[in-house]
């Protein structure tokens, strides 16, 4: 489940709270967003309802097309969901998958019949 963005400012991952009760936050030009977190989480629950527990791993992504992540920064996940930029999202998407080639077709025509586009 990918969620693209197209906010500005540099991306980074940090903590809110105190030392018991911190929890990890990103933010995008100082601002915290992890609220886009719990958007990809719903999304995911969307799909997994689509493919009524037809044991396919569904992982989350949330993909900033226009930030600022600066020269060595890296990708990095909070609550399992992946914070990443266009370029290493490709890079990631073309390695090898775990859906057997048989049941790709299966989970796409189911995918499709549950979640037909919006008009």
């Known amino acids: 489940m990918i969620d693209t963005k197209r906010y500005s400012g540099r991306i980074t991952k940090g903590s809110r709270g105190s030392f018991f009760t911190s929890r990890a936050v990103v933010t995008v030009g100082g601002r915290d967003r992890s609220k886009l977190i719990d958007g990809v989480d719903k999304q995911i629950d969307v799909v997994a309802g689509a493919l009524d527990d037809a044991d396919v791993p569904i992982r989350g992504a949330l993909c900033f097309v ?26 990631l998407l073309r390695g090898p998958g775990t859906i057997e080639a048989a049941r790709f077709d299966d989970v796409v025509q189911a995918l499709t019949t549950a979640l037909p586009p919006a008009p």
């Open 66 to 91: 226009d930030g600022d992540w600066g020269l060595r920064f890296k990708p990095f996940s909070i609550n399992g969901v992946l914070i990443t930029w266009p370029k290493a999202l490709k890079t």
